[in-house]
């Protein structure tokens, strides 16, 4: 009896501990800035943000932490979207992509990151619900 007892109170522990990990959908928050001159990504949760820390410092220039491609209006020629050359810096909390050019107003931009894009969680990976491929965050921006 104890040793049913003892068995059972260790597999309700690792329930519990595994499904009280927040769980929460808490992606960054992609948007404009106050003057919209630049593009700032926040709600980087810590390890994400540790992750970006690391790939800045070794390689600042080159770090592909963020596209920003210029979508094609309806009435463009050219339908291949253009990605946007800046330069991107880390401020506290938070990413800020800074254009070489200043963004056109009335043209739409489509952001995308891998920053706090997750394979699976643990309750994911129990179900079988894991992901083969990782799909970048998406927001699509109007000056």
């Keep these: 009896m104890y040793k049913r007892y003892f068995t059972y109170s260790v597999i309700v522990w ?3 501990s595994m499904f009280s990990c927040s769980n929460r959908n808490n992606k960054p928050v992609i ?5 919209s001159t630049s593009i700032i990504i926040k709600n980087i949760d810590e390890a994400s943000l540790l992750q970006v820390r ?11 932490l963020i596209s920003v ?4 209006g309806d009435l463009d020629t050219i339908q291949d979207e253009r990605e946007v050359p800046g330069k ?5 909390d938070s990413l800020v992509f800074s254009p070489d050019r200043p963004f056109s107003k009335g043209t739409e931009y489509l952001v995308e990151s891998y920053i706090g894009v997750k394979f699976a969680t643990a ?3 129990i179900r079988g619900k894991g992901k083969q491929n990782l799909k970048a965050q998406q927001q699509t921006l109007k000056r």
Excluded: C, E
């Excluded at 948007?31 to 003057?35: A, H, I, L, R, V």
């Design 31 to 35: 948007k404009f800035s106050g003057d």
């Design 88 to 92: 991107i810096k880390i401020l506290g």
């Design 54 to 64: 690391n790939a800045y410092r070794s390689k600042a220039d080159t770090a592909n």
């Design 123 to 125: 309750g994911d990976l």
């Design 69 to 72: 491609l210029i979508r094609p």
């Design 14 to 16: 690792i329930s519990i």
